[in-house]
């Protein structure tokens, strides 16, 4: 046996880590003439070798924070079949959210656990280029094959088998990582990579998988491990050690406890925000400067990376998950919609009756203030008709990628924090309007499913506040979208006073009040509509006060512009008189009702419902002053003007 030399290789600011090799010399560069053919190769006498191959170093970052639970899933999935030597090779997939750890947690396995194989081969399945450059480079290794002159070309279709070939019939234990293998879903892919091709199929391989695509499961029998967010005291420290923050007091604990929250938990964006805060002394002299100045530059700030450990981090949050995008666009062009449009919505409880109220045999009614059919639909599939079964496929698409996640105990799909607001940081402003207009719509729409379930409301209503929180913070909402989008906006409104929900209610119609405004002007009626909304809102909410004011100056406009005897200006009237009657001013209720209802009376007819509704009120606060003669004599008058109407409508339909 020949004698062996230990060799730590650079070159261009790669680093192999330490290897042990019979007199190899490992070349990095461009494999682009290099070959042997496969008869060659099975004839070349196989070295005995013992190491460690990587293009990159084999360490964790420095800065690296167990995750025990993690850990603890990686050992007992490969350590348990350690006790006797399998048939098979044991395949152990780590999967998840780009950034998420998946290669540092495989890293620090190694560390612990590297003297329990004979040799560890870390590939880097990003590209083809990048496997086959490994798989050249591991050939040489375990062949003893230098590279002199006039040596014959060695491709990687020869290499690959013979790699394989390798590792039968020897005694040992092996591992081999398969990091980053993203591009595994699309065969019509030009990027897509046959990862079985590659993969060792000797008994005594451990091969470990990291990718972003939950389609990596399909490819082993273990329990595959999904690394998504850190635990809060994991993140916490690893910011900590990334800022190079020296002790930990209850004020400062709880200022970086906010920041990890706010980045989602996600390893890599703490990893890189700490980094940015140590590199900026104003900042690390004062952490708390941090979370306002991320919420100014998040996009900037996401996209940056540590320049001292550029080769560590190559990619920037943002970049990691563009990359996953381009592959879904590829795939299934309405996921990328629709994950521009969920982006616009809550990142959390995201069930699919908001889009189709079929999946519990619920049914919508068309609004008549409404487009007649929903144009949101088209938007996502603008080639064919909509169907659940392809909005099912769209989801499935976005979960594989892991940009969305199924929660069993919610039977709905969630987004990571941060991938949410990457969906609306990564569009321009025009873009960013459709989608956000497009996810108005559907929650429009969505809420006039007749037969949503109380807690199903209450499910929407983070939706739709997360919708019109966006449109709150842009000023970019002109007049022709004032016309366009408001209602939707009175349909979320209605809904939220409907349910009780007056807080969210308030916020809607304030906004709408002031939209209007600003583009149709004070007297317009759909501005004096809205700031009747309001009004009621206020009034539900014991806010009678300011409710009256409302009332009274709605009023007064409706006057002007409408005239007294208007069916808008009469309503005003009577909720008026409400608050009045809830701030128990009976007798000024009272005198109002009388007002409105003589004109109601006048102008609309006695069995007009707005009649018979004044008729009801009236009543109503006669009972509330004490006056019951009188209060009975007008309910058993409305009463029996409803049945009449009822009777004569019941036979209209029968005839």
Not at 18 to 38: H, Y
Not at 71 to 96: F, K, N, S
Not at 469 to 484: N, P, S
Not at 570 to 594: C, F, T
Request: aromatic share 8%; with cysteine.
């Amino acid at each position: 046996m020949q004698a062996s030399s230990h060799l730590d290789v650079h070159q261009g600011g790669s680093h192999f880590g330490p290897v042990e090799a019979s007199q190899s010399n490992i070349f990095q560069g461009n494999f682009s003439g290099l070959t042997i053919n496969a008869t060659v190769a099975a004839q070349v006498a196989p070295s005995t070798y013992r190491g460690h191959y990587s293009n990159l170093s084999l360490q964790p970052v420095a800065n690296y924070v167990q995750r025990p639970a993690l850990h603890e899933q990686l050992r007992r999935q490969l350590h348990r079949v350690q006790t006797a030597r399998a048939e098979v090779p044991q395949i152990c997939v780590v999967w998840g959210l780009g950034g998420a750890g998946k290669s540092q947690l495989v890293l620090n396995y190694i560390q612990e656990y590297r003297h329990d194989y004979s040799a560890v081969f870390w590939v880097e399945c990003g590209s083809k280029e990048s496997i086959e450059r490994d798989y050249i480079q591991i050939y040489r290794l375990l062949y003893g094959r230098p590279l002199g002159t006039g040596q014959e070309i060695l491709k990687a279709e020869d290499a690959v088998p013979a790699v394989k070939h390798w590792f039968h019939g020897r005694e040992g234990q092996w591992l081999v990582v398969m990091d980053s293998a993203d591009s595994i879903d699309n065969d019509q892919d030009r990027s897509y990579i046959d990862l079985r091709y590659f993969m060792p199929d000797a008994p005594g391989v451990h091969i470990i998988i990291t990718s972003r695509s939950s389609t990596v499961q399909e490819m082993t029998l273990l329990e595959a491990i999904e690394v998504a967010d850190m635990e809060s005291s994991e993140a916490t420290e690893l910011f900590q050690r990334c800022a190079r923050i020296q002790g930990l007091g209850p004020e400062l604990e709880t200022e970086i406890g906010q920041i990890v929250k706010e980045l989602g938990y996600l390893a890599l964006a703490i990893t890189l925000a700490g980094s940015y805060v140590s590199v900026t002394p104003r900042l690390s002299s004062h952490i708390r400067g941090y979370l306002p100045e991320y919420r100014r530059r998040r996009k900037e700030l996401l996209r940056w990376r540590p320049k001292q450990q550029v080769h560590r981090y190559g990619e920037s949050v943002l970049s990691t998950w563009e990359a996953s995008f381009d592959a879904v666009a590829t795939q299934s062009p309405a996921a990328a919609r629709l994950l521009g449009v969920l982006a616009f919505m809550s990142f959390d409880d995201i069930f699919l009756r908001i889009f189709d109220p079929s999946v519990d045999g619920g049914s919508r009614q068309p609004d008549a203030a409404l487009p007649p059919a929903p144009t949101w639909r088209s938007f996502f599939f603008p080639e064919g008709e909509w169907s659940l079964y392809q909005l099912e496929s769209a989801l499935e698409v976005l979960q594989r990628y892991a940009f969305i996640q199924w929660r069993v105990d919610q039977q709905s799909y969630s987004m990571h924090k941060l991938v949410h607001a990457w969906g609306q940081d990564r569009l321009d402003t025009n873009t960013q309007w459709r989608h956000r207009d497009v996810a108005l719509e559907l929650l429009a729409d969505a809420t006039a499913d007749s037969q949503l379930s109380p807690s199903y409301k209450l499910r929407l209503v983070p939706h739709l506040m997360a919708n019109l929180g966006v449109y709150l913070e842009r000023r970019e909402w002109t007049h022709k979208r004032t016309r366009d989008k408001a209602a939707f906006l009175d349909n979320i409104g209605g809904f939220l006073d409907a349910i009780g929900r007056w807080s969210e209610a308030s916020e809607v119609q304030v906004f709408l009040v002031r939209k209007r405004e600003e583009a149709l002007g004070k007297e317009h009626p759909s501005t004096l509509r809205s700031m009747n909304n309001l009004a009621l809102v206020l009034d539900s909410q014991g806010n009678y006060d300011k409710a009256e004011q409302i009332h009274r100056q709605t009023l007064a406009l409706r006057e002007t512009v409408l005239g007294k005897e208007h069916p808008d200006t009469l309503r005003s009237m009577n909720n008026l008189a409400g608050v009045l009657d809830s701030q128990g001013n009976y007798d000024k209720a009272e005198q109002i009702h009388r007002q409105t209802l003589a004109l109601q009376e006048t102008v609309l007819g006695k069995e007009h419902p707005d009649t018979l509704g004044s008729m009801n009120n009236l009543a109503l606060v006669l009972k509330s002053q004490g006056n019951y003669d009188e209060a009975e004599q007008i309910h058993r008058q409305t009463l029996a003007l409803r049945e009449m109407i009822r009777s004569v409508t019941r036979f209209s339909s029968i005839s």
